[in-house]
């Protein structure tokens, strides 16, 4: 399925979505980035971006693989994310790579206890994800680094242009879905903090599940 397959009320329910899972916080300096792995390579490239930028000195690459991702990086989603930033001009010197994390708990969890063992114990970090993953993965890591301050980033990107870069827009939709499900689900686990979630956006996402759009959806 390409993105002008898609009809055009599920592009406006998965835009609703997308609009939910963006925090669009501004950046702030801090002590170390988390890039959690994806199929994403822009995550890595804008971490690339930031660290040139000069908001952290420091960026821990995170994730091993998945049935989705196997194929693509067979050496792992946090190797694959360290060789794009290296190639975008991040110092070997600057990044860390964790490649254990099969989940975004344990990518918070792996990292940190990376940087612990590295005699780093930050008191704040940006967290770098696919747009979509920003609520996820700001949500988890209150829940798993509670103490830490958060701030979220992603690649700078309109929901149009996304899909319509991606090889696989239907599995795009599918992921944002199954990011929200867990939002909603996963706070009585202590995987997350509790999110409000408008009723827009439960409406929307009860439409795209109708509408075979559950591929990634937590097994219950």
Not at 42 to 69: E, M
Not at 82 to 98: K, L, N, R
Request: charged share 20%; glycine share 6%; hydrophobic share 40%.
């Amino acid at each position: 399925m390409t993105a002008q397959d898609i009809t055009d009320e599920h592009r406006r329910d998965a835009q609703t979505l997308w609009d939910y899972h963006r925090l669009g916080h501004e950046p702030r300096n801090t002590e170390a980035a988390i890039v959690l792995g994806s199929y994403d390579l822009g995550a890595a490239r804008h971490a690339a971006t930031l660290y040139h930028q000069g908001w952290f000195p420091l960026i821990v690459f995170t994730g091993a693989t998945n049935d989705y991702t196997i194929d693509v990086f067979p050496q792992g989603e946090a190797v694959a994310f360290h060789t794009a930033a290296m190639q975008a001009g991040v110092p070997q010197s600057a990044m860390m790579i964790e490649d254990k994390a099969t989940n975004s708990g344990a990518n918070i969890t792996l990292s940190r206890q990376l940087l612990i063992q590295a005699g780093i114990v930050p008191t704040s970090v940006t967290l770098i994800a696919m747009p979509f993953m920003e609520r996820r993965a700001f949500a988890t890591c209150r829940a798993q680094w509670p103490e830490v301050e958060v701030v979220c980033a992603s690649q700078p990107i309109t929901f149009a242009d996304y899909l319509s870069s991606s090889a696989d827009p239907r599995h795009v939709i599918c992921d944002m879905v199954g990011d929200l499900q867990r939002i909603i689900e996963y706070p009585k686990y202590g995987y997350m903090i509790e999110q409000v979630v408008p009723e827009e956006v439960h409406a929307a996402l009860k439409r795209l599940i109708v509408a075979g759009y559950d591929s990634v959806l937590p097994k219950s």
